[in-house]
């Protein structure tokens, strides 16, 4: 279906023309009509899929301009970038309406943010942590939002934003439509919605754990750090398909680590994202990278979250991530829109059984690739391996410790090492030990 044969405004039309997208995807065929109809929304959709227009357009449709100076419509999302990235796509999409959009989020100056707000806004888009405090000073009134959108709940959630989200919505009117997306439905998501929602249509633009359809899925056996950056580096040279790529590590010290090497290797054509990078440095490499000055980037997985970049042709999980749900996120990078991808896993020993859980979460098996010949697989641990860092990950002792990953404002974060148990173990074995006793 086209969008053209919705009814949406002349100048939006226009918009999405200029950015020659016309075809609207599953998420938006099912989704546009029942936010234009008023309904309370719940969409589960991947990055990638076209949320973010599916919830974007009927709200712009129907924003009437105002002179008002407070926000009618409140978009609450989990990272810094994906509030840029939001705000950029509202940008897009207004180039031909009067519409004051403002974006908020930790790790830049607040009384820049301040001034914005008091200016006056029709759409604010923000990290909940800065837009509380924001709020907390009476600068920004919410009592006039009549639309507010939780996109990428399920992060949001598992970063520790449920206060904030609560305190948030103490503040919203009682009258207002509740839009909310997720790449998967968890627990927590589901108590979200049963407390602050009313009566919900539920939209699925692909099955939680199925996905992207278009994406080639390959997995090597490497087995220390050593290995795998061999291999890496072997795949980075010799395979001329990878065009671009995000690589993905599992905490911020592996980051850097990989990062020097392929500096080393191959000076100025990568860059880096994690929470130890200031907020402009991660922006710049953003930019670069969707400007193809850079070829690649390696990011941890929160930062890179939601970020959207257009024909990424390869997710390299140089290690596989602690949690199966991220690993659909990361695959979801690339295969974007209507583009082809590739993802190439990097499994060690430990991470047979993840890699398993993955593939049965997708539903799907992947056979491994044969370790390429010529490259080296050698036996010398890196120092990190051999003494891991307890430092970069506080977590591994208490996974509700925060280590200041993606937002500043974020207060807990998931563990990072993965032979280390999640905590929802300790509190299962726990449970149960209880109940043995008790018997
Ligand atoms: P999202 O899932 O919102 O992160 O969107 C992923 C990308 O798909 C963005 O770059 C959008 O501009 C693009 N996109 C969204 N809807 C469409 C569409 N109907 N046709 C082509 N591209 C789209």
Do not use: W
């Not at 020659?20 to 719940?42: H, S, Y």
């Amino acid at each position: 279906m086209k969008f053209e044969d919705i009814k949406l405004t002349k100048p939006l039309l226009n918009a999405l023309n200029e950015q020659g997208i016309t075809e609207m995807t599953p998420i938006q065929e099912k989704a546009i009509p029942k936010v234009l109809a008023g309904t309370d929304v719940i969409g589960i959709a991947q990055t990638g899929t076209g949320k973010t227009l599916a919830y974007l357009l009927p709200i712009l449709r129907d924003l009437k301009f105002t002179e008002s100076k407070h926000p009618r419509v409140l978009v609450l999302v989990p990272t810094r970038e994906l509030a840029v990235q939001v705000a950029s796509e509202v940008e897009k999409l207004t180039e031909y309406m009067s519409t004051r959009t403002i974006a908020v989020y930790g790790g830049t100056n607040i009384n820049t943010q301040k001034k914005a707000v008091y200016a006056g806004c029709d759409i604010i888009i923000g990290t909940p942590g800065r837009l509380y405090d924001i709020a907390m000073t009476g600068l920004l009134r919410l009592k006039d939002i009549k639309k507010v959108v939780i996109d990428e709940c399920d992060e949001m959630l598992s970063l520790g934003f449920r206060p904030q989200i609560q305190r948030i919505f103490d503040l919203l009117p009682t009258k207002r439509q509740n839009l909310l997306f997720s790449a998967t439905i968890t627990e927590d998501v589901d108590e979200l919605v049963a407390t602050f929602f009313r009566k919900t249509e539920r939209i699925i633009a692909a099955p939680t754990g199925t996905p992207l359809q278009k994406i080639n899925q390959v997995a090597y056996q490497a087995h220390n750090f050593n290995t795998k950056y061999n291999l890496l580096k072997h795949l980075l040279t010799e395979d001329k398909s990878i065009e671009k790529v995000f690589i993905f590590v599992q905490s911020r010290v592996y980051a850097d680590i990989l990062f020097k090497k392929i500096e080393e290797d191959f000076p100025e054509q990568y860059g880096i994202i994690h929470s130890n990078k200031s907020q402009n440095f991660r922006l710049r490499m953003v930019r670069e990278f969707k400007e193809n000055q850079l070829k690649g980037i390696v990011a941890t997985d929160l930062v890179a979250r939601g970020i959207d970049i257009d024909n990424v042709s390869h997710v390299i999980n140089f290690d596989l991530p602690d949690q199966r749900e991220n690993y659909i996120h990361r695959i979801g990078r690339t295969g974007r829109a209507q583009s082809e991808g590739n993802t190439i896993s990097f499994i060690m020993e430990d991470d047979q059984k993840m890699f398993e859980e993955i593939q049965d979460f997708m539903k799907l098996s992947i056979e491994y690739t044969p370790f390429p010949e010529g490259v080296e697989a050698t036996t010398k641990l890196i120092p990190l391996e051999e003494a891991p860092d307890l430092n970069d990950a506080p977590s591994l002792l208490n996974p509700k410790h925060s280590v200041g990953e993606g937002s500043k404002d974020a207060v807990s974060q998931k563990p990072v090492k993965r032979n280390i148990r999640p905590i929802e173990k300790k509190i299962e074995r726990k449970k149960s030990r209880k109940n043995k006793r008790k018997k």
